[in-house]
Structures are given as C-alpha cells and as structure tokens.
C-alpha cells in the first residue's frame, strides 16, 4: 500500500487550516419529549417521594434496579415491586476534570466524581451510576459506604438529580 | 450448518488523522480503491458491498451508511450498513463472511469509514446520547467517565498500578512509529503517561487513544474465487459476537465476559483449545491502554489479572512471545472508530501473509486474532484468523 499513490487518502488539517478552509457550520436544534414508559415512571414518581423502588424478578431472584417490566436476562415479565435502600457501597469512581461536552473542570474546583453505587437491599452488584459529594478527593475508597443526599422535599421533580449525590456514611 | 470458507484478498488503509480534508465519502472511495489495486481487482468483480461506521452523531448525517455508500462503491450493488458501536470495525468482516460463508455472494468489499471531527470542537460532545435519556443523562455524563471507573475496578480487583497500564501506551505508540498510516507514532516513556494531563482519574492524556478520521477496506471471497486473484489468501477461520446487557452498572467491570464469550464462539468455529498457545499474535481493541489488558483477558490469552505482567515480560513487543498490537493500536495509529477494527483485521491479514513490513513480526505466524468492543461497553466482536 504505496499512501503518496492515493490523493485522498486523509489530508490533516491543522486548526489554523481550517480557519482558511471552506466548511459549513451547523447547528441542530431538535426537540424531544422522551415517554419514560412503565417502570421508570415508577422510578422517578417514587424518587419524587424520596424513596428507591425496585423490581423483583423470581426466575433469577434479582431485585431490579432502576426497575424495569421485564427481566433481561430471563426474558420473561418481573414480578413485584419492592423498595431498597437509599444507602450503598461504591463499587467504583473516577475524578473526572473534564465535562460532558469535553471542555476542561476551571482549575480549582473539583472534579466531576461519577461512581457506580451497588445499592443497599437490591441483588449483589446491582448498581446505578450517580455522582459522589461531601467528600475529601483521598478519602474516596471502592468498597466505602454511602447515603443518598436528597433535594428539600419541595424542589423535587420526579427526576433522578432528585438524589444531588451520595455522601459517606458515617 | 453448511458454510463456505471465506478468505480474505485485499486490502486498503488511508491515513488515520485528527481532522481530515477529505470527506467520509471520499476517504471511502481511497480506501476501497488501495483494497482492489491490492490484489488487480475491479468494483465490477464485487457481488456486495457491506459498510462498518459508527454513530450518525458524529457527523450529524442520519442515515450514514447511505450517506457513504456512493464512496464505498455500493450503488447498483447488494449494499448493507452495520454499526455496534465501537465493535463496528470487526463486525464489518463478519457480516461480510456472512455474504460469502452462506453462498449468497463469492465477493464481498468490507468497508469502514469515520470522519469524527465533523462533531465540533470534540466528539465527545455525541457520546452523551449513548447514555440512558432519563436515568443517566440528567447527570451529564462523558464516555470517559465510565471508562475510567472501568479501569478503576479493574485495577483495584487485581492490585494493578497506572505504572504498569501505562507500558501499552509505551508499547503501541512505539509501533506505530513503522505504520504507514498512523496519527501518534511516538517514543514516550512510562513517566510521559503517568506526567499527561489527569482527564478521569485513573485515566491521563496518554492513555487514551485520539479521536480521527479515516477508512479502512477489505475484500472477501469464496474459497474457489479467491485463488483467482492471490496465491496467499488468509481465511477468516472463526468469527464470534456477543452482546451483555446494557444495564451496564448492574455487571462487574473488571472482567468483559461478553468479549469471553465471542472469543469462545470464533475459537469453537476455528477448532482452537488452547488460545494462548495456537494464537500466535494478536490485535486486541485498545482505545484506553487498561483496554488491551483487559481485553487479552477476556480473549483467554492472558490469565485473569495477568495480562500486564506479559507486557513488563516483554512478552506482548513485535519480538516476544506472543505480540499484541504490532500495528500500534488504536493508541498509536489512531481511533476512527469503525476503520480501527478494521485496521486491526488487516494487520493480522498483512502479518500471516509476511507483508507487514517493518512491523513484521518474527517467527513466521500461522494463526491470529482480532477484537473489538463497543456499544455502552457491552458488545465483543472476534475473528480468527489463518493462512
């Protein structure tokens, strides 16, 4: 494969040549309304109340969280629903300096620290991604217990961010 | 199930860089172009073409795979799209064996193609789509987040240190130095990875692999057909996918057992009981530096929680044992997601035909591997490969 024989065969521009290249900008701006269907409505109504609502499945005996109408491991409908608690391990974090949008955390202030919290009461490692708070960077250990801090009972939403972040349990 | 064998007989990379002139189509087009010159063939000798390229959000074009598809050479022709995320580059082979294994078609053109920095300034802005609508994205998550707790779990399981994650950053973009096509060829040191930028911490700068632009092609045919045009086909022996479930948090990270699992079904196919012995050299997914560790555990090559000790052995160098990454990996050559894997494939086809160049590695390999991963870190896509 001789590359200097293809012409177009991936010229790099530079951020200066694009500066003085030919392009079109766009910028998309559609809407959605997403339905949040059986079991996450469910979810959310019940995170408004500040609880944690899960699904059992019989087949596999997993207790379900976010709950969901069928299991997807047995393929087959879940059964009741139960709550768990609003305590956990972390089963792992990260310290993240940059944002969604791949811009940089201002010096200074602290990072994003996204972790997965197996939740207290659903089946072993059964976890859901959320965010860590009210802890020094160096004391966060995978294995650490953690509680739910809760928005004021009025500024809920019925949204997931109605937990703020998980803090270490005394 | 009766199947044909299906070989591979060409192929095509262009250059992978940070942000192309050219278009996906065009880098298309080129790629094809270099897989048909490879072994004299014409666009007229292809039955079907199938196109690998991953979310439509990065260039904000819906319905890519038609987007593409005239750069590919698919008007006129049978002409597929497929897209499993980040296991897109070697899935596009393996719906190509389909085309040919069934008897449906004795050629086919695998094409893969990316052009990332369409989604301006950064990519990663399009990640967040792929993340659950209302349990997960109101958090504003990034790719790398999840990543980066990956690694985390990986490295507490097993008690592996950032020190030695960081020898494949060293490893890959040191190889890549000898790949034509590469965007980060690079002599970095250990210390290089570990002084990088902290971005998700346990993960710096230089252990991810960059965001590119480029396209990758490569012909398949009929066992009959394809001596028509080569003396030296590589078959494509085993292929293997497997999907795990998307309530990603709710599975252990440390260990990818969907990647197990489609690296059993392709070994089953190929007859191999023994992979770390029979695989001879392999080209495991390395978009994070843990990823190639994790990966070889997966694929059986490396003992659970051994995988880093193969490379501070030496073990993994074009020279060693048993080489990972000889191309220089998604770290070293570059990320166009779909066009990656392929690349990947095509190292493997290039280094058991003897023609990899200064990137040969010794010992006259007979039999090996490929892998890729993707979707929400959940699907594991495989070939076997032998001449």
Not at chain 1, 141 to 164: F, N, P, Q, Y
Not at chain 2, 11 to 30: D, H, N, P, W, Y
């Amino acid at each position: 494969m001789e590359l200097e024989n293809y012409p177009l065969g991936g010229k790099a521009l530079s951020d200066k040549d694009l500066e003085n290249s030919l392009f079109v900008k766009h910028k998309p701006s559609l809407k959605y309304a997403w339905d949040n269907g059986v079991a996450i409505s469910r979810y959310l109504a019940e995170l408004k109340e500040g609880r944690i609502i899960a699904k059992k499945c019989r087949k596999c005996g997993r207790t379900l969280v976010p709950p969901r109408m069928f299991c997807e491991l047995c393929w087959v409908p879940t059964d009741e629903w139960v709550y768990v608690e609003d305590t956990g391990v972390v089963n792992t974090f990260s310290l993240c300096y940059i944002n969604w949008d791949a811009s940089l955390v201002p010096k200074g202030k602290d990072p994003h620290i996204p972790a997965v919290i197996e939740l207290d009461g659903a089946s072993k490692g059964m976890g859901i991604m959320h965010l860590l708070g009210e802890v020094e960077l160096d004391k966060i250990k995978i294995g650490m217990k953690v509680k739910a801090v809760w928005k004021a009972e009025k500024e809920r939403e019925g949204s997931i961010t109605d937990i703020l972040y998980w803090k270490p349990l005394e | 199930m009766k199947k044909r064998r299906v070989a591979v007989i060409g192929a095509g990379i262009t250059k992978f860089v940070r942000r192309a002139q050219e278009t996906g189509k065009e880098l298309s087009f080129e790629a094809v172009r270099m897989a048909l010159d490879s072994c004299d063939m014409r666009m007229q000798d292809i039955d079907s073409v199938t196109m690998g390229t991953a979310p439509d959000a990065f260039d904000g074009v819906h319905m890519k795979g038609e987007y593409l598809s005239d750069g590919a050479g698919g008007f006129g022709k049978p002409y597929m799209r497929n897209f499993v995320g980040g296991g897109t580059g070697v899935f596009a082979p393996i719906h190509g064996w389909f085309h040919v294994a069934s008897g449906m078609f004795d050629t086919c053109m695998v094409v893969t193609s990316e052009k990332m920095s369409s989604c301006y300034p950064h990519p990663q802005a399009a990640f967040i789509t792929i993340f659950d609508h209302t349990t997960e994205q109101p958090l504003f998550p990034t790719l790398i987040w999840i990543f980066a707790m990956e690694m985390n779990r990986y490295m507490n399981t097993y008690g592996i240190t950032k020190e030695e994650i960081a020898q494949v950053s060293v490893q890959n973009k040191k190889n890549a130095i000898d790949h034509p096509s590469a965007q980060l060829g690079k002599e970095i040191t250990v210390d290089d990875v570990l002084n990088s930028p902290v971005m998700a911490w346990p993960v710096n700068r230089l252990d991810v692999s960059p965001a590119s632009d480029g396209a990758a092609a490569m012909i398949l045919a009929s066992e009959d057909v394809a001596y028509r045009y080569t003396d030296k086909p590589v078959w494509l022996d085993g292929v293997g996918f497997n999907l795990d479930t998307a309530y990603w948090a709710t599975r252990d990270l440390y260990y990818p057992r969907y990647v197990e699992k489609a690296a059993r079904m392709a070994y089953d196919m190929a007859g191999i009981k023994e992979p770390d012995r029979e695989i001879e050299i392999a080209e495991p997914y390395d978009p994070f530096s843990y990823k190639m560790l994790h990966h070889m555990e997966g694929l059986q090559l490396a003992p659970r929680g051994k995988a880093a000790e193969m490379v501070t052995s030496g073990a993994t160098a074009r020279d060693g044992d048993r080489p990972m990454c000889p191309s220089g990996g998604a770290l070293g050559v570059g990320n166009p997601i779909a066009a990656t894997g392929l690349m990947k494939v095509i190292e493997i086809f290039l280094q058991l035909r003897g023609e990899a160049g200064k990137r040969q590695v010794p010992g006259d390999p007979r039999c090996g591997l490929a892998q890729a991963w993707g979707d929400l870190m959940q699907v594991g896509t495989v070939v076997v490969m032998r001449r």
